[in-house]
């Protein structure tokens, strides 16, 4: 029988290398896409002996023509069933000198990669009427205040960008969740310049490999939007809110359907 199959961007570390770890576990080979080829081999070689097959795809998402090879990939190979569109640069940078540089990045990834990935996995997706598209916003699409709205916007761009395909995939068969974590323990703090520790109390700071089980379960409760949280009450307050401003007229998915 074929193994289904994941691809995976930004899976060099953090999230998307969580999930990687956790889709191989469930039985799926895995297409690792980032710019750190060594990183991605070896998840790759140890993936396998959890007996997983990788593909390492070294694509840096800024560039448009590596976009287009993720791109041909998803409407290429049909075996792939599942896409985590995880990828994602952040800024600390205050929001007034935020710097064009940043600000180019930050769109170019998180927006542009992001979108053209995400319809390139929906006509993939919607061809085989079967599938599953998990996007990686924030919690601060939802609560912006928080962070660097150009950060913020992004997310919230990804959010709404998911919101309006969730009717037409749902109607074929594709499953789509969007996750938005609250701060979680990776690497992405040091690469936006700042240390967690100094900025988030730590009572309010997600374990990696939490925040990765809470979304997963989210996708097998069927949840269109899931908010990975701690149990804070006002973390839990905030979700809350969010999901009835958020979900009150879109059917939601069916947990049977999942992983497809
Ligand atoms: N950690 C949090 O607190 C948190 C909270 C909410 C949402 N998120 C979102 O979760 C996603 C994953 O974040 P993370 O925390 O896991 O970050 P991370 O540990 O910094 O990992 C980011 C991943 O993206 C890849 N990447 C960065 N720039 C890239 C580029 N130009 N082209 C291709 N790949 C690139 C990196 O790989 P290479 O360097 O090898 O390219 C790496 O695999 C992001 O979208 C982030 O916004 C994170």
């Known amino acids: 029988m074929t193994r289904p199959k994941a691809l995976i961007t930004g899976a060099s570390t953090g999230i998307g290398k969580a999930y990687a770890q956790k889709l191989a576990r469930r039985g799926y080979d895995l297409v690792?896409?980032?710019?750190d080829r060594a990183r991605l081999e070896a998840l790759a070689g140890e993936l396998r002996q959890a007996g997983a097959e990788s593909e390492v795809l070294v694509a840096d998402l800024t560039q448009s023509?590596?976009?287009?090879r993720v791109e041909r990939k998803l409407e290429s190979d049909a075996v792939i069933?599942?896409?985590?569109?995880?990828?994602?640069?952040?800024?600390?940078?205050?929001?007034?000198k935020t710097s064009v540089e940043t600000i180019e990045k930050i769109i170019a990834l998180n927006v542009t990669a992001a979108t053209r990935l995400m319809l390139a996995a929906g006509r993939a997706f919607v061809a085989e009427k079967r599938g599953t598209i998990v996007n990686m916003a924030s919690a601060v699409a939802v609560n912006p205040e928080r962070f660097n709205g150009v950060y913020g916007g992004s997310k919230a761009f990804m959010l709404a960008l998911s919101q309006a395909l969730t009717r037409e995939l749902n109607a074929n068969g594709v499953i789509i969740q969007t996750v938005l974590p609250g701060a979680t323990r990776t690497e992405i703090w040091e690469r936006a310049g700042t240390d967690v520790d100094a900025i988030i109390l730590p009572e309010r700071i997600m374990d990696l490999d939490e925040m990765v089980d809470a979304a997963l379960?989210?996708?097998?409760l069927g949840e269109r939007i899931t908010i990975p949280s701690l149990p804070d009450a006002q973390d839990l307050a905030d979700a809350e809110s969010a999901r009835l401003k958020l979900a009150p007229n879109l059917s939601r998915n069916h947990a049977a359907a999942r992983y497809r």
Not at 32 to 35: I, K
Not at 65 to 68: N, P
Not at 81 to 96: C, D, H, K, M, R
Request: glycine fraction near 8%; charge should be negative; hydrophobic fraction near 55%.
């Open 65 to 68: 023509a590596d976009v287009a």
């Open 81 to 96: 069933s599942f896409f985590l569109n995880n990828a994602g640069i952040a800024t600390v940078e205050p929001q007034l």
């Open 217 to 220: 379960k989210g996708l097998e």
């Open 32 to 35: 690792l896409v980032a710019r």
